[in-house]
């Protein structure tokens, strides 16, 4: 029989669960570089019936929203704050720093392709980008603002008030007009074509030969694309892989799935490079502690996923690996700073 993975997704009030073959079986096919080159085409469009991300009016106004300070109740700190574009949309810390200065449990997650996500946050416990973002806005340990105390507020600002009138006409601004125009303009950040999605379309000379091999070693012996698959290098899933932390991460939501304790969502690889330290709560300072970290296979746990094992990795393979993983920075287009209301 070959094994199986459990992969559980709580959507709402919604249980669904995914019977997915172990990608350890899976690699057990050969399968050529050619082949495996076709799996990682760019997608260049959402799911049916999300909105597109150009978002005209609503992802201006969210622009703008996303770097105002008044969203915080301090009126200090901005959603660009954590999720900083000069940073690949996190913040460069090891967890995130909260309203009152003091540490997160967690390391800001990224941005980059969030218009993809089914379910966001490390533990996955928001079903949107709109039920994210008024959690963040609220919550005493984040930005600490009062939802009421927002729309007010925004509202005596007249580049306000016409921003939403012309964004969603006849709401008004309101708590969920806040949050769609900020998910609206969080859909819109997708990362560029990469030296990778260049040689995916034919070009032998966009990357190294060192990066094909690793491509190679990506896709089989270290079996990376177990979790970090398809175009965008994440199953969008939840998994155990053996970090040294107490956080029971999905396994607070889902406490009677045992596969579920300690597990975090699988991050986008995208621009991966720029986006150190490493893990949901930053314990792993570079890519080549990841890679060890990969080779150890991880602390031994009833909730470990079965996918890690322990590797044997040469030096040369090592750089291949790095190599590779350079391959998927892009040169995202930059973000200028709106003018804010005064």
């Known amino acids: 029989m070959p094994a199986c993975l459990l992969r559980v997704v709580l959507a709402g009030a919604r249980l669904t669960v995914f019977l997915a073959l172990s990608a350890s079986t899976a690699t057990a096919e050969t399968k050529s570089r050619e082949a495996w080159k076709v799996e990682y085409v760019r997608q260049t469009g959402l799911a049916a019936g999300e909105e597109p991300r150009d978002a005209g009016a609503p992802a201006q106004l969210g622009r703008m ?6 969203l915080s109740g301090s009126n200090r700190i901005a959603c660009a704050t954590c999720h900083n574009p000069a940073l690949s949309w996190g913040d460069g810390l090891p967890r995130a720093i909260g309203a009152d200065g003091r540490a997160l449990e967690r390391r800001t997650p990224t941005l980059l392709n969030v218009a993809w996500s089914e379910l966001l946050a490390w533990d996955g416990r928001f079903d949107s980008l709109e039920a994210h973002a008024l959690f963040a806005l609220a919550s005493p340990e984040e930005m600490g603002q009062p939802l009421d105390s927002l729309s007010a507020e925004l509202a005596t600002l007249p580049e306000y008030r016409s921003g939403f009138e012309s964004a ?23 990362s560029a074509p990469a030296p990778f999605d260049r040689w995916v379309a034919g070009d032998e000379r966009a990357i190294s030969e060192s990066a094909k091999r690793g ?38 939501l889902l406490p009677g799935i045992a596969l579920m304790r300690h597990a975090f969502k699988t991050p986008t690889l995208r621009d991966v490079e720029r986006r150190y330290p490493y893990m949901h709560d930053g314990s792993l300072a570079d890519l080549p502690a990841v890679i060890h970290h990969y080779e150890r296979g991880g602390i031994e746990r009833p909730s470990l996923s079965p996918e890690m094992r322990p590797l044997q990795l040469t030096n040369g393979e090592r750089s291949d690996l790095l190599a590779f993983l350079r391959t998927l920075t892009s040169a ?7 003018v804010l209301p005064r």
Not at 65 to 70: I, Q
């Open 65 to 70: 929203l996303f770097f105002e300070p008044r």
């Open 168 to 190: 969603f006409p006849g709401e008004g601004v309101t708590p969920d007009t806040v949050a769609r125009a900020l998910a609206a303009f969080q859909r819109t950040l997708v």
């Open 332 to 338: 995202d287009r930059s973000v200028s700073i709106p």
């Open 215 to 252: 491509f190679d070693l990506f896709n089989d012996k270290a079996n990376c694309v177990a979790c970090h698959s398809g175009w965008n290098f994440t199953d969008g899933s939840f998994h155990d892989i053996g970090i040294a932390s107490e956080d029971p991460g999905r396994g607070r």
